[in-house]
T-cell receptor, first 113, second 114 residues
Framework: AQKITQTQPGMFVQEKEAVTLDCTYDTSDQSYGLFWYKQPSSGEMIFLIY??????QNATEGRYSLNFQKARKSANLVISASQLGDSAMYFCAMSGNNNDMRFGAGTRLTVKP | EAGVAQSPRYKIIEKRQSVAFWCNPI?????LYWYQQILGQGPKLLIQFQNNGVVDDSQLPKDRFSAERLKGVDSTLKIQPAKLEDSAVYLC????????????FGPGTRLTVT
């Protein structure tokens, strides 16, 4: 069975600094995908970044990068140059051979001015 | 391009009543998902459709929940009868295909059961 673990219920970061949100996963699938989503207070889930299990390079999308360490089964999200608008819940998710997406419990990020 | 549409946005019902939610995915997206998000938790997949067929409904409480996607486009999720623990946000998402595609989410329907 697939499992996603986010161990940080809440994180604080100073505006313009970088922050890392942790995510570990467990799966027996050889092929899988890892996703990060942002959920602002409005409630909508916003796709941020994707990493495939066979991708050799870490994914990057603007200020977002995914630190993928396959042997450690971790897929941490790095947000550079934090902005006030980055304050939100962040969810790590995984999809495997069964095509079902499993989400972690989320991390609430607060950016301080 | 229009996003995933859901209605209603909010619904308040009493326990034992029935309720239905509607979702229209992004045009051309073959795969549609319904999730339940209880306050303070991550979304939990309830059911996944590929066109008009069910791919996965292993976490759908079938004694009270049902869903359909008759023409392979829009979908409805129904709860009958509702329980207090069904209070949650119901999210609909769609993707081009199954598995390793990003999912695009609608705004959700916030259900309160009293």
């Amino acid at each position: 069975a697939q499992k996603i673990t986010q161990t940080q219920p809440g994180m604080f970061v100073q505006e313009k600094e970088a922050v890392t949100l942790d995510c570990t996963y467990d799966t027996s699938d050889q092929s899988y995908g890892l996703f990060w989503y942002k959920q602002p207070s409005s409630g909508e889930m916003i796709f941020l970044i994707y990493q495939g299990s066979y991708d050799e390079q870490n994914a990057t999308e603007g200020r977002y990068s995914l630190n993928f360490q396959k042997a450690r089964k971790s897929a941490n999200l790095v947000i550079s140059a934090s902005q006030l608008g980055d304050s939100a819940m962040y969810f790590c998710a995984m999809s495997g051979n069964n095509n079902d997406m499993r989400f972690g419990a989320g991390t609430r990020l607060t950016v301080k001015p | 391009e229009a996003g995933v549409a859901q209605s209603p946005r909010y619904k308040i019902i009493e326990k034992r009543q029935s309720v239905a939610f509607w979702c229209n995915p992004i045009s051309g997206h073959a795969t549609l998902y319904w999730y339940q998000q209880i306050l303070g938790q991550g979304p939990k997949l309830l059911i996944q459709f590929q066109n008009n067929g069910v791919v996965d409904d292993s976490q759908l409480p079938k004694d009270r929940f049902s869903a359909e996607r008759l023409k392979g486009v829009d979908s409805t999720l129904k709860i009958q009868p509702a329980k207090l623990e069904d209070s949650a946000v119901y999210l609909c998402a769609s993707s081009l295909g199954q598995g390793l595609y990003e999912q695009y989410f609608g705004p959700g329907t916030r259900l309160t059961v009293t």
